[in-house]
């Protein structure tokens, strides 16, 4: 029980080795995105292709995360978590060298399996390593990595990417990397029950998840691209994925020692929670993939200023969480509820955007689901785990993140698909075009007020007319498209409405920690 003591003795120090990892993986999942116009001609990629520098990524941390329990015990955790942080490092160096795009990508997979351990890790540590009562306190910081990460990525992506070059994107990792790497060497032990020993692995169930899980992943990353389910090639990923992850289930559900224990969701407040973290993942990262665009593209901001008009939701998270941390252990499930509401009222105001905004209009809606976000996020990864003995706390914090991290990509894809012109704008386009009609007086007046104007700054009538034209279809454009911004927050509203009854679902615990009093047995 030494190691114990040590790990106790030092758990401020253990917070911050394996925050410095979470947050170097956090942040890669949306600092890139900004980069990739850079990137794009640099590397002479089109933009359909240049999205499976994310994509892979995102491919690479879903199909670790499930299995991080596994390898754990067969490498040893400590041993695992700085092979993974050594691997990740390496690769963000190769990444930035890279030139070609076929290279990118296996870096980026490589970055991806390596970053996808760090995260799941880092709360299953986090969480033994405080006693029970400061369970809130460690979830609220273990959130600032994970959560308060991709809100600063695209700040700091941005930045970056415009005072120097999109290859720094990459390289900024590599000094992030090195002091985590000896932070955990020093800092970090294994418990008892996470020695290294020789574990049958489970092949056949594994080489379903990877089937299922990657074709899951490939098809929503590729879904509005392709226009859905008009494309053959979308529907042979779905049928693999859904074949894939049932012949999957069953597997590990049969299986005397499965390589993902799925068993464990059991448990109902895992179950809730994880559930949670999948609506926490759709509204955060559709959000994030989101406002960028609708930055850029209707206001006209370039990559830094969209950035930083997107810091106020990570100012509130890093004021949020801490405070969260120390009010769980009094109001426990209340908070959730709380930040739901907050954060619902945060994408109403959203979903009621306009071209005319300033910045206030972007600070305030943002600056609460800041708050609502640190609410959530705090007591509900504290909740979802805190009757789960600790020798299983590994294998539920993988299931949890994985969770999180599909569900991050169903919300992108769902905003994808909405802002979209085939889709979503099309729609808002054609409702639009269909009140432009010869009853329209307003039109009229509008056309002619455009006609004079033009006229009068020197060009012919009939270019003044053709202008004019032009001018109205770019509003028509620039409206529908606000409108399938508009939408995609409303959607996102409703998601978090409907699922607020679930909250009832959790059972309160007596006990604050399960895993400990076996110990102490």
């Known amino acids: 029980m030494q190691e114990d003591n040590e790990i106790n003795v030092n758990k401020w120090l253990v917070a911050l080795s394996v925050l410095t990892g979470t947050l170097m993986s956090a942040i890669n999942t949306s600092s890139v995105n900004v980069a990739l116009p850079y990137i794009q001609g640099t590397i002479a990629a089109s933009t359909t292709e240049t999205t499976w520098i994310v994509a892979s990524y995102l491919l690479a941390n879903v199909i670790v995360m499930p299995i991080v329990a596994l ?19 390496i690769s963000s160096i190769a990444c930035g060298f890279c030139d070609s795009l076929v290279s990118l990508i296996i870096w980026r997979i490589l970055q991806g399996l390596g970053g996808g351990v760090l995260v799941p890790l880092a709360q299953s540590i986090m969480r033994e390593t405080f006693p029970p009562e400061q369970h809130g306190t460690a979830m609220g910081i273990y959130g600032l990595g994970v959560v308060l990460g991709p809100a600063l990525g695209p700040t700091l992506g941005g930045y970056i990417t415009d005072a120097y070059s999109w290859r720094w994107v990459f390289f900024m990792n590599v000094p992030i990397g090195i002091l985590n790497i000896l932070l955990v060497h020093f800092f970090i032990f294994d418990p008892p ?12 169930g594994l080489s379903f998840m990877v089937i299922g899980l990657g074709a899951l992943q490939i098809m929503l990353e590729k879904g509005a691209e392709e226009n859905w389910f008009e494309s053959t090639f979308i529907q042979r990923l779905a049928i693999t ?12 559900l049969k299986v005397k020692n499965p390589s993902v224990n799925l068993r464990i969701l059991k448990n109902v407040n895992l179950a809730v929670g994880t559930f949670f ?10 959000s994030l993939f989101v406002l960028p665009r609708f930055l ?3 206001m006209g901001y370039d990559a830094f200023k969209s950035g930083v008009a997107l810091l106020p939701r990570a100012m509130a998270m890093f004021i949020t969480m801490p405070i969260a941390g120390f009010m769980y252990n009094r109001f426990r499930t209340k908070l959730i509820f709380v930040g739901m509401i907050i954060t619902s009222i945060s994408f109403f105001m959203l979903s009621h955007l306009n071209l005319s905004i300033d910045f206030r209009a972007i600070f305030l809606p943002q600056f609460l689901q800041g708050i ?6 705090v007591p509900l990864s504290t909740t979802a785990l805190i009757t789960i003995e600790k020798h299983l706390l590994t294998s539920a914090t993988g299931l949890y ?12 894809a769902i905003a994808a698909t909405v802002i979209s012109d085939e889709t979503g704008r099309n729609f808002y386009r054609v409702q639009i075009v269909h009140n432009l009609n010869i009853n329209n007086y307003l039109l009229w007046d509008w056309l002619d007020n455009a006609f004079d104007a033009l006229y009068h700054n020197g060009s ?5 007319s053709q202008r004019a034209y032009k001018l109205l279809w770019d509003m028509v454009n620039e409206q529908s498209s606000m409108l399938a911004y508009n939408k995609i927050f409303y959607i996102m509203l409703m998601l978090f409405l409907i699922s607020l009854p679930c909250l009832l679902l959790f059972r309160k615990s007596k006990k604050l920690n399960i895993g400990s009093q076996n110990e102490n047995k």
């Open 193 to 204: 029950y996470f020695k290294k020993s020789k574990v049958k692995i489970d092949y056949l």
């Open 277 to 286: 973290s999948g609506i926490i993942g759709v509204g955060l990262y559709g």
């Open 296 to 298: 850029q593209e209707l």
């Open 460 to 464: 012919s009538a009939y270019l003044s």
């Open 401 to 412: 993140n994985v969770v999180r991290q599909v569900a991050g990509s169903i919300g992108t």
């Open 241 to 252: 994925a859904i074949i894939g992850l049932i012949i999957f289930v069953i597997i590990e």
């Open 372 to 377: 609502g976000y640190g609410l959530i996020f």
């Open 71 to 89: 390898l754990c015990q067969k490498f040893g955790r400590k041993n695992f978590y700085q092979f993974s942080s050594l691997i990740f490092s």
